[in-house]
Each structure stands twice: as C-alpha cells, then as structure tokens.
Nanobody, 122 residues
Framework: VQLQASGGGLVQAGGSLRLSCAAS????????VAWFRQAPEKEREFVAG????????PYVDSVKGRFTLSRDNTKNTVDLQMTSLKPEDTAVYYC????????????????WGQGTLVTVSS
C-alpha cells in the first residue's frame, strides 16, 4: 500500500489544520493507520492511531483533546484534525500503516507516507 500525507502548512498558535493520509495500491480497510511526528533533533513519536475497523487508540497525552482522528474507508483516507495548535506541535507528520491493530512503536509499521510539515508560529 502507498500512502500520501498532505495538509501541512504554516499556522499561528491556536489555529487548526487538517492532515489527510490517502492510500493507494491496496484498500486501506484492512490496515491500522497511525500518525507519527518528528520535530527537529527529536525522535519520531506516535501521535494517534486507528484500527482497521475504526477503533481509535489513545492519543499521545500532549494532543489529547486537541487532535481528532477519523477514517473513511470508502475514500481510502485517514484524517487528523488538529486544533488549538501550539508551537511544540511543529514537526514533520507522517502517516503509517500496518495490518489490523494499532501499535505505538514505529518499527511495527511497514508502510509510510512521505511526511508533511506542520509549522506553528507563536
């Protein structure tokens, strides 16, 4: 499966962005999809994930209440709605897929999108 992440950009603190992960090559309906992010000089970290059948795993604490994950298997997309953005949310955001269930370790994901940059100015 090929993944294409989009929707990043420059936004002021407090603003919103919606990231989208579009899958092609194979239906994404049997895959869990997760969003990771990597800030400069930091490790890539799990942000949010959704199972193949729509169950959402716990968000990373730093985004709880601000980010919302959703998927549309008819469109082969998984979206991450980000609100109340903070400068510390600045990172390259990646979507990744693996069969069925969400795991938090990036090594568990075989398929990755190219990343989309989110910059939040203060």
């Amino acid at each position: 499966v090929q993944l294409q992440a989009s929707g990043g950009g420059l936004v002021q603190a407090g603003g919103s962005l919606r990231l989208s992960c579009a899958a092609s090559g194979r239906t994404v309906s049997s895959y869990a999809v997760a969003w990771f992010r990597q800030a400069p000089e930091k490790e890539r970290e799990f942000v949010a994930g959704i199972t193949f059948n729509g169950n959402i795993a716990p968000y990373v604490d730093s985004v709880k209440g601000r980010f919302t994950l959703s998927r549309d298997n008819t469109k082969n997309t998984v979206d991450l709605q980000m609100t109340s953005l903070k400068p510390e949310d600045t990172a390259v955001y990646y979507c990744a897929a693996r069969p069925f269930g969400v795991l938090y370790a990036r090594e568990e994901y075989k398929f990755w999108g190219q990343g989309t940059l989110v910059t939040v100015s203060s």
